[in-house]
C-alpha cells in the first residue's frame, strides 16, 4: 500500500512525460502516503487490535473462567442490554455529562484567560508559565492522594480555611452531594496546563502587526479581545475544546483514588463504571466493562463527528 | 546554519546519553523482581509485597528456597489490588507464573477460573495447617493453596484517654457497653471510635467482625442483624462517635488518625503491632464484642502460596518443593514476624507467643476466625463483599437507610449470584 | 509607567502561580510530616515537626526510577516526533487518498480507555516477546502522543505559506528536502509543544507501566512509588517525597523548554 520513496520518485520521473500536472498530482498524492506510513501500521497495530479486543469482549459472556480459557460464548448485544437496564446507568451518564461539560468550561476559560495573562510578556512571564504546567508532571496518584489530603472532612486544609470563615464541615468526598464536585474541582486543576499551553501557543501564532493595527484604531483591550483574539483563535479552541473533551471522558485515575465513584454511586461516570465493573471487585465482569467501554467511544465518536462536519463547513467558507 | 539544526538534535542526543548513563549505573538496583544465583531452571514468583525490595529478607528466603528446589527464581512484586487481575491476564495468554503469593478471599476466584492446581495435583500436604485458616482456599472440597500467615481484627484504644475519660476497657464486652464508652469518650472532648467504612474489600473486612458479631448470615443481607449492624455504623457517625472520614479511610488513615491521639478505640490488625509500639500514648488491644457478649468472629486476611496450572507438569516438582520450604515451620516463625502475621501452624503460633507474649490475644482471635470465602461461598463471596460496602457506604452517607441500602444489596446479590 | 505595570502584572502572575501550585505545596508538607501528625485535626500548614525520612528513603531507592522515567520519556519524544511530524507533513501538505478520514481516526484511537489498550498491548508484547522492556514501554507510551502529535503537526503545517514550499522546488527540492531543510526548522514551535506532552504523559503514565514492565529491569517512578504501599500499609510521606523529587528534573526541563517556545514563531521568509 504503501511506496517507499524511491518507488515514488521514479513513477514521477514517468508521470512528467504523460503530463506536468496530472504527474505531480500523482507524485504529490503517493508521496503523502509515503510519509503516513509509520502512523498507519502504528494504528493498525495499536489502536486497531485493542479497539476489535474490546468490541469482541462486549459481545461475549465472559466469566473469569471464559476469559482465562478464551472460549466464552457470543450473546450478541445481552451485555449492552444489562448495561441499559442496570440502576447504575443513567446516574452514570449524567455525571459523565456534568462533569464533562463542568470541567471543560472551567479549564478552558481559565486556560485561556492565564495564556493571555502570559501573553504580556512581563518578567518571569515564562518561568511562571513554566510553572503553572508542574500539575502534570505529578503521576495521578499522587495528584489524585494530594486533593483526597487536602479535601478530607476533618483534616483536611480546605475545610480548615472554610472553617475560618465560619463555614460548617463539608463532606468533600463523603457526601452524596459534593463528592461530583471535588473530583471536578480536582480534574479542572489537571486540566488547566494543557489548555494554557495549547491556548498560549495559538496566542503566539497570531501576527504581532493585526494586534498593533487593532491598538491603532483605538480598539480597547475586550473589543480587540472580542472581535480579532478570539475569533482568530477558533480553529485552535475547536481542537482544544474537542481533545479537551475526549481526555475528560476517559478521565479515570483521579475519580477513582479520590471517591472510588462514591459514595452510592454518586461520583461514577461512565469511565469509572466500567473499571468498576471490569476491576473494581474481586470478581471481574469483563463483557460489562467492555460494554460500558464502547458506550464511550460511541458518545466520543458522535462528538467528533460534530468536529468534523465544523471544519468542513468552516473551510467552506 | 548547520550548526543551529544539530543543535537541537545534539541536545536530545546527550540527554538520552545522560539518561542512559543514569539509569545504567543501576540497572541491578532498579525494579523490585531478584534473581537468585543458583539453578539453570528459570521460575516466576509473583507476591503483593512491593515494600520489600530484593535486600529484604523476604526476597533473600524466596530466592534461598528456589536454590534448594534446585532452580532460580525471579520475584516480581505488584500492588495487592492489581495482582488478581495481572494473573488472569497472564494466564490468558499461557504466562501465568510458577508460584503466587496472593490474598485469601481470591484464591477461590482464581481456583474457579481453572487457574490454580490444587493441592492435590502438586502434592502438598495441608493437614499441619490450621482449619479455620486453610478454609478460605476451599472450593468445591478441594484445597489451592496453603496459608503463609493470618491476620485478623481487634479493637485497639488509647489508654490514657480512655483513663481520662473515665472508661474502663474491660468494661466493653458488647455493643451496648461499647456505645456507652464512646458516649463517655465524646463528652470527653475527642472521637470515640475510628475504622475504614472504605467501597472496597478493605471496608467489608472491617465490618464483617459487626455483621458476623450481629449474628447475620453472608447469605441473607436484609436480615434484621445484618441491618442491625449497618444501624450502628450509622448511629455513630450521626451520634459524632466516628469521624465522617470513616467513608474514605483505609486501614492505615484510621490508624493515623488514632496516632494523632484524639481518637478513643480503632479498628485495626495484627499488623499494626510494629507501629503500636511507637505510640505516644499507652495502648491496649480487646477483642471486637459482639452484639450481645462475647468476642465477635473476625475474618481471616493475610495470603495464600499458590501454583497456578502450568503446560508442563514436570515444573509441579520443584514448585511444590518451594512451597514447602517457604511455608515450613521455621521459615514460617521468621515470615510472620516479619509481615507482622499470625502463623497458620499452631505449633509455630506457640513459639510466636513465646517470643512475644503481647501476641497472645491475636493469636486467640486468629483461632477463632473465618475466611470469607469459607462455608463454600467461594466465588459468591465477592458478589456479597461489593453489594454489602455500597449498601453501609449508602446508609453511611445518608443516600439511604440502613434497611432500604440492605434490601437493594441482597436483591442485588441474589440476582448475580449463579 | 510602563515598569510599574510590568512589577505589578509579575505580582499577580506570581499570586496565581502560587494558588494553582498551592497542592504541590500541600504535597511537600505532607512529605515533611511525621506519620502521627498526618491526620491532625486541624492540620498544620507548615511542618512543625518535619521529618527527612521520606527524603531519605527517597534518595536511597528511587533514584534508579527516575533515571528510567527520563530514558522512557526522551525516548517516547523521539518516537512521537519520528512518526508524526511526516505525518503531519503529508497531511498538510501532500494532500493523500483519505486524509481527512485518517484524521478522524486519529481523533477516535485517543478515545480507547488506556486499560483497554493495555490489555491488548499485553498479548501483542507478549507473543513479540517484548514484554517487561523499556523501550516496549515507550513504544506503548508514545501511543499517547502520536495522534495529538499528527493533529498539532497538521494544524500548523497547514498555516506554513504554500509560498515557501514553491520557493523550494523552484530551486529544485524534492518533499523529502523541502521537509528537512524548509519545514522542520520553522516547526520549532509545535516540535517543542508536542515533545512537552510527549514528554509529561509518558513520565506520569501508570496503566502501560504496570501492565507490561511490572517485571522488568528498567522500571520508571511511577511503578517505584509502589516500593511504599504495601500489601497492608502505605508509607504516605515517602509516596509524597518522591513525588516532589521527580517533579524537580521535569520542571527543569519545563523551563528550559518554554523558553523554546517563547523564542518567537515564523522566520519570515517571505516578506509581502
Redesign the interface.
Known amino acids: 500500500m504503501a511506496m517507499t520513496?524511491n518507488g515514488t520518485?521514479a513513477a514521477s520521473r514517468a508521470g512528467t512525460r504523460v503530463s506536468a500536472r496530472e504527474g505531480r498530482r500523482w507524485h504529490?498524492?503517493?508521496?503523502?502516503?509515503?510519509?503516513?506510513a509509520?502512523?498507519?501500521i502504528?494504528?493498525v497495530?495499536?489502536?486497531a487490535?485493542?479497539?476489535y479486543?474490546?468490541v469482541e469482549l462486549s459481545l461475549r459472556d465472559y466469566?473469569?473462567?471464559s476469559?482465562?480459557?478464551?472460549d466464552a460464548p457470543f450473546i450478541g448485544l445481552d451485555n449492552f442490554r444489562e448495561v441499559f437496564s442496570d440502576p447504575t446507568f443513567v446516574p452514570a451518564v449524567v455525571h459523565t455529562a456534568v462533569f464533562t461539560v463542568a470541567s471543560i468550561t472551567f479549564q478552558y476559560v481559565i486556560g485561556f484567560a492565564?495564556a493571555i495573562?502570559?501573553n504580556?510578556?512581563?518578567?518571569?512571564?515564562?518561568?511562571?508559565?513554566?510553572?503553572?504546567?508542574?500539575?502534570?508532571?505529578?503521576?495521578?496518584?499522587?495528584?489524585a492522594?494530594?486533593?483526597?489530603?487536602?479535601l478530607?472532612?476533618?483534616?483536611?486544609?480546605v475545610n480548615?480555611a472554610l472553617?475560618a470563615f465560619g463555614v460548617p464541615?463539608v463532606?468533600w468526598?463523603?457526601?452524596?452531594t459534593w463528592s461530583l464536585v471535588a473530583v471536578i474541582i480536582a480534574n479542572i486543576?489537571i486540566g488547566?496546563p494543557f489548555n494554557l499551553?495549547?491556548l498560549?501557543?495559538g496566542l503566539?501564532?497570531i501576527p504581532g502587526d493585526v494586534l498593533e493595527v487593532a491598538a491603532l484604531d483605538g480598539a480597547g483591550g475586550w473589543k480587540t479581545f472580542r472581535h480579532i483574539t478570539f475569533p482568530l483563535l477558533k480553529?485552535?479552541s475547536a481542537?482544544v475544546l474537542?481533545?479537551g473533551f475526549?481526555?475528560t471522558?476517559?478521565v479515570?485515575?483521579i475519580i477513582w483514588i479520590m471517591?472510588?465513584?462514591?459514595?452510592?454511586?454518586?461520583s461514577t461516570t461512565l469511565?469509572t463504571w466500567?473499571?468498576q465493573l471490569?476491576?473494581?471487585?474481586?470478581?471481574?465482569h469483563f463483557g460489562a466493562a467492555?460494554a460500558v467501554?464502547n458506550i464511550?467511544?460511541v458518545v466520543?465518536?458522535f462528538f467528533?463527528?460534530l468536529?468534523?462536519r465544523y471544519e468542513r463547513d468552516r473551510e467552506a467558507r | 546554519m548547520f550548526h543551529t539544526r544539530l543543535r537541537p538534535l545534539g541536545l536530545t542526543v546527550a540527554s538520552l546519553a545522560v539518561a542512559c548513563t543514569v539509569a545504567g549505573c543501576s540497572t541491578s538496583d532498579a525494579g523490585s523482581d531478584s534473581s537468585a544465583s543458583g539453578g539453570d531452571k528459570q521460575y516466576t514468583f509473583w507476591d503483593p509485597y512491593p515494600q520489600f525490595d530484593e535486600s529484604s529478607d523476604w526476597a533473600k528466603l524466596v530466592a534461598s528456597c528456589g536454590d534448594s528446589a534446585g532452580v532460580s527464581i525471579k520475584r516480581t512484586a505488584y500492588d495487592t489490588s492489581d495482582l488478581t487481575n495481572k494473573t488472569l491476564l497472564a494466564a490468558q495468554q499461557g504466562a501465568a507464573p510458577d508460584i503466587i503469593d496472593i490474598d485469601n478471599p481470591v484464591i477461590s476466584t482464581l481456583a474457579d477460573a481453572g487457574v490454580l492446581a490444587s493441592a492435590d495435583d502438586l502434592g502438598l500436604d495441608t493437614s499441619p495447617f490450621a482449619e479455620n485458616i486453610t478454609a478460605a482456599g476451599v472450593l468445591d472440597g478441594k484445597t489451592y493453596g496453603v496459608p503463609i500467615g493470618a491476620n485478623t481484627l481487634a479493637l485497639y484504644y488509647n489508654a490514657d484517654l480512655l483513663a481520662d475519660a473515665g472508661v474502663d476497657p474491660a468494661s466493653v464486652t458488647d455493643w451496648d457497653s461499647l456505645n456507652a464508652a464512646l458516649a463517655k469518650v465524646k463528652t470527653a472532648g475527642a472521637t470515640g471510635i475510628t475504622f475504614s467504612g472504605i467501597g472496597t474489600e478493605e471496608g467489608s473486612f472491617q465490618f464483617l467482625p459487626w455483621f458476623w458479631g450481629a449474628g447475620a448470615d453472608l447469605k441473607e443481607l436484609d436480615s434484621a442483624d445484618a441491618v442491625s449492624a449497618v444501624q450502628l455504623w450509622v448511629d455513630w457517625l450521626d451520634k459524632g462517635y466516628a469521624p465522617n472520614s470513616v467513608l474514605n479511610n483505609t486501614q492505615t488513615t484510621a490508624w493515623q488518625e488514632f496516632e494523632a491521639g484524639k481518637v478513643g478505640f480503632v479498628e485495626n490488625g495484627t499488623w499494626q503491632m510494629g507501629n503500636a509500639a511507637k505510640l505516644g500514648f499507652k495502648y491496649g488491644v480487646i477483642s471486637i464484642p459482639a452484639k450481645d457478649g462475647g468476642a465477635a468472629p473476625a475474618p481471616t486476611g493475610g495470603e495464600f502460596v499458590a501454583a497456578p496450572v502450568q503446560k508442563d507438569t514436570d515444573r509441579y516438582e520443584a514448585t511444590t518443593k518451594i512451597i514447602n520450604c517457604l511455608t515450613s515451620p521455621d521459615n514460617l516463625l521468621t515470615t510472620d514476624t516479619t509481615l507482622s502475621y499470625i502463623a497458620p501452624i499452631t505449633s509455630v503460633q506457640q513459639q510466636q507467643v513465646a517470643k512475644d507474649p503481647s501476641l497472645e490475644p491475636w493469636v486467640t482471635a486468629v483461632d477463632d476466625a473465618k475466611g470469607r470465602t469459607s462455608d463454600n461461598l467461594g466465588t459468591d463471596y465477592p458478589i456479597i463483599s461489593e453489594q454489602m460496602w455500597g449498601a453501609f457506604q449508602s446508609a453511611m452517607s445518608g443516600s439511604a437507610s440502613a434497611e432500604s441500602a440492605m434490601t437493594t444489596a441482597q436483591e442485588a446479590a441474589a440476582a448475580k449470584v449463579k | 509607567m510602563n515598569v510599574r505595570r510590568s512589577a505589578w502584572t509579575t505580582c499577580l502572575g506570581i499570586v496565581f502561580t502560587a494558588v494553582m501550585l498551592f497542592p504541590v505545596y500541600w504535597m511537600l508538607n505532607v512529605s515533611l510530616t511525621r506519620p502521627a501528625d498526618m491526620r491532625q485535626d486541624p492540620p498544620n500548614l507548615v511542618p512543625l515537626h518535619p521529618t527527612f525520612a521520606g527524603y531519605q528513603a527517597v534518595l536511597r531507592d528511587q533514584m534508579p526510577y527516575l533515571g528510567n522515567s527520563l530514558l522512557i520519556g526522551l525516548g517516547t519524544v523521539l518516537l512521537t516526533l519520528v512518526v508524526a511530524a511526516p505525518a503531519g507533513y503529508s497531511l498538510s501538505k501532500l494532500r493523500p487518498p483519505g486524509g481527512r478520514s485518517l484524521t478522524f481516526v486519529l481523533l477516535m484511537a485517543q478515545m480507547i480507555p488506556g486499560i483497554i489498550m493495555a490489555m491488548g498491548f499485553y498479548s501483542i508484547f507478549l507473543n513479540l516477546g517484548v514484554i517487561n522492556t523499556w523501550w516496549g514501554l515507550v513504544v506503548a507510551d508514545s501511543t499517547l502522543a502520536v495522534p495529538f502529535g499528527v493533529l498539532i503537526f497538521t494544524a500548523f503545517m497547514s498555516g506554513i505559506p504554500d509560498e515557501l514550499m514553491g520557493a523550494a522546488k523552484m530551486d529544485g527540492a524534492g518533499s523529502w528536502r523541502t521537509f528537512w531543510h524548509i519545514v522542520i526548522p520553522i516547526s520549532r514551535n509545535p516540535i517543542v509543544t508536542v515533545s512537552l506532552f510527549a514528554f509529561l504523559w509518558a513520565w506520569s503514565d501508570f496503566i502501560f507501566a504496570s501492565t507490561l514492565n511490572s517485571g522488568g529491569a528498567r522500571q520508571p517512578i511511577t511503578l517505584g512509588i509502589y516500593r511504599y504501599i504495601g500489601n497492608n500499609n502505605q508509607e504516605w510521606n515517602s509516596i509524597m517525597a518522591t513525588a516532589v523529587v521527580a517533579s524537580i528534573p521535569a520542571a527543569l526541563l519545563l523551563v528550559v523548554a518554554q523558553r523554546y517556545v517563547a523564542a518567537g514563531v515564523t522566520a519570515g521568509a517571505v516578506k509581502d
Open positions: 520513496i520518485q504529490g498524492r503517493a508521496l503523502g502516503l509515503a510519509y503516513l509509520p502512523v498507519l502504528y494504528l497495530a495499536f489502536y487490535y485493542p479497539l479486543r474490546n466469566t473469569v473462567r476469559f482465562v480459557s478464551g492565564l495573562f502570559f504580556r510578556n512581563f518578567r518571569l512571564s515564562a518561568t511562571l508559565r513554566a510553572l503553572f504546567l508542574v500539575p502534570w508532571l505529578l503521576p495521578l496518584i499522587v495528584s492522594s494530594t486533593w483526597s489530603w487536602m478530607n472532612s476533618e483534616s483536611g486544609v480548615s472553617g464541615q463532606n468526598l463523603t457526601s452524596p486543576w488547566i499551553v495549547i498560549y501557543s503566539q501564532n480553529p485552535v481542537i474537542l481533545l475526549v481526555y471522558l476517559k479515570f485515575d471517591t472510588r465513584g462514591g459514595p452510592a454511586s454518586s469511565s466500567s473499571y471490569g476491576f473494581g471487585s474481586l470478581l471481574p467492555a467501554g464511550l467511544i466520543a465518536l467528533g463527528l468536529y468534523i
